[in-house]
């Protein structure tokens, strides 16, 4: 049983910045890896950015070289650096953790997602 909370989300101008937070806790035995994904009005979900437990890295072709995943491994927390942004940015992000822990009672790997925090671009 884990829980990511995000936040950092919100309206900026086209060009600025913004930083995501996710926050893991509940029943962690260890992160695996924590991620960011991002659903536009009428898109699909998409992978934005994601980072494993031994610091690789891997990032979606169009943010790469303009967002940073981070963690801070003593507060189970990931975040999401998002410089120059853009118009088609705007998106619902959602923090995703892969876990080795207890669900239900049964150790294991298990996947969670977040509640997800609104980013908006304006022009």
């Known amino acids: 049983q884990v829980q990511l909370v995000e936040s950092g989300g919100g309206l900026v101008q086209a060009g600025g910045s913004l930083r995501l937070s996710c926050a893991a806790s509940?029943?962690?035995?260890?992160?695996?890896?924590m991620g960011w994904f991002r659903q536009a009005p009428g898109k699909q979900r998409e992978l934005v950015a994601i980072i494993t437990n031994g610091g690789s890295t891997n990032y979606a072709d169009s943010v790469r070289d303009r967002f940073t995943i981070s963690r801070d491994n003593a507060k189970n927390t990931v975040y999401l650096q998002m410089n120059s942004l853009k118009p088609e940015d705007t998106a619902v992000y959602y923090c995703?953790?892969?876990?080795?822990?207890?669900?239900?009672?049964?150790?294991?790997?298990?996947?969670?997602w977040g509640q997800g925090t609104q980013v908006i671009v304006s022009s």
């Open positions: 995703n953790a892969v876990v080795a822990g207890l669900r239900l009672g049964a150790w294991g790997l298990y996947e969670y």
């Open positions: 509940g029943s962690i035995s260890s992160i695996h890896s």
